[in-house]
């Protein structure tokens, strides 16, 4: 085969991928929306797959068994499916706040976004801290405002409120007439048409083609009352809001927005058939050493995410890897650039729906699972020979500490083990304190404790108990003033610590000593997130 059709062929797998999160405040319909796009997909065949039985949240997406204990969904995982000749991959994100870490780091495997809304509660505190994420990476968004079968909120005032609280511009690419149990459908702005309602979970939407909004016709579909208010909307909304800047959404700055109930799967299509034609397909990589383009020929990923125990049999890891360029090949040598080894995968899986099977070859924006036995580490990079390290994978600072301790001294070098490939995985950070040197754990939030002490024990056989330590944040620091470097660390022993890759880590236990010794400290830098 020549480098030309090579080439051409590895193009067109690349305009056809969409890799997207979508990402919500809990409960506000992101389950529903990805069972929908499954069911489009012909992934599932039944509504109601996704999370069947109701131990909430058995969902295909989730796979610990904690997490069916618990009702909570842990674990990140992806749902690859074909749509009309695109290649989607959607990356579930834990809804839960605790695992906000998580979640952030999923959404730099991703090229876009989508947003699910509750339109009764409005812009919630969880979408708010996403968006700041994808604010921060320049990342496509659009909207659903979901849930228009419920008494909600203005649609003006919803649109206000997101560009408001998510500070970003908004594009309404359908409107709703009227809502809740007066729900008639929406006027679909983007296709021109007009999109009626039903409530029923499985049905597909009525439309009526209808470039006209003015035409007599519209009475006869919704009655007179309605149609007015339609064309009074719409009026407003060409007056207030620009035509759909394509660049602009691919820059981040414009979230086209659509309105529908995923539970009736309402507007779902129409959000899918938008979404497939200006989401963007995969795009140039900033690595440390350059850019990377998926065109390239040679092959790059970074891993973003290791899922433990998958297969409760096996105690193994799947590394989660996320294609860059190139084309990657099972059982072809590729180089792992922190370790420098090379290593060939003979089962390299990719997911579609609710199974998982090997596969032969992937592309830029797919992302495979690899078995792994502890040779990876969140933010690793494999090439095809070239020594590169991508970016954008941060640590941010934790926001509750804990010491940990071993309860039961025969098992401490399983403990070890067990606490080094946790924060392998990522699960939480580990900070080691200079002056007495025990162990400091680091998390978002309190559950993330419980996982801990429950996948040492079933994982490792560990057992661990946690101690209180009084520490407001922990913070990277860094200086080009070696001297004052020094005598801070000197005058700060007892607080000095330092994190998984041997960087120092400053334990400010208030922020009162935080702001001090940023004060009297001038040349020194207090960095938030371990990238800087
Ligand atoms: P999440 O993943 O964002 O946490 O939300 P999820 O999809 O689980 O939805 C949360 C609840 O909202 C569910 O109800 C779901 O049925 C409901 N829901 C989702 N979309 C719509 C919609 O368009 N209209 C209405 N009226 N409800 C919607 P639940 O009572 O928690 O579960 P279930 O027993 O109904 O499944």
Redesign the pocket.
Known sequence: MNILHLMSELDKEINRRRTFAII?H???????LTEKLLLFGGAIHVAGAV?SN?I?KTATSDWMEIEKQRGISVATSVMGFEYENYKINILDTP?HKDFAEDTYRTLTAVDSVII?VDSAKGVEEQTRRLMEVCRMRKTPVMVFM??M??DGKDPFDLLDEIEEELKIQVCPLSWPIDSGQNFKGVYNIYDEKLDLYTPSKQTITQSVEFKDINSPELENHIGEKLAAKLREDIELVDGVYPQLDHDAYLRGEVAPVFFG????NFGVKELLDCFVKIAPCPRPVQAVERVVKPQEETFSGFIFKIHANMDPNHRSCIAFVKICSGKFERNVYYKHVRLERNIRFSSPTAFMAQKKETVDEAYPGDIIGLPDTGNFKIGDTLTSGEDLHFKGLPSFSPEMFKYIENDDPMKSKQLQKGIDQLMDEGVAQLFVNQFNNRKIIGTVGQLQFEVIQYRLLHEYGAQCRWEPINLFKACWIESDNKDQLNDFKKRKAQFMAKDKEGRDVFLADSNYVLMMAQQDFKDLKFHFTSEF
């Open positions: 919500s809990p409960d506000a319909g992101k389950t529903t999370k109701k909430k809804g699910v979901n849930k079968d419920r109930s995923a539970l009736n």
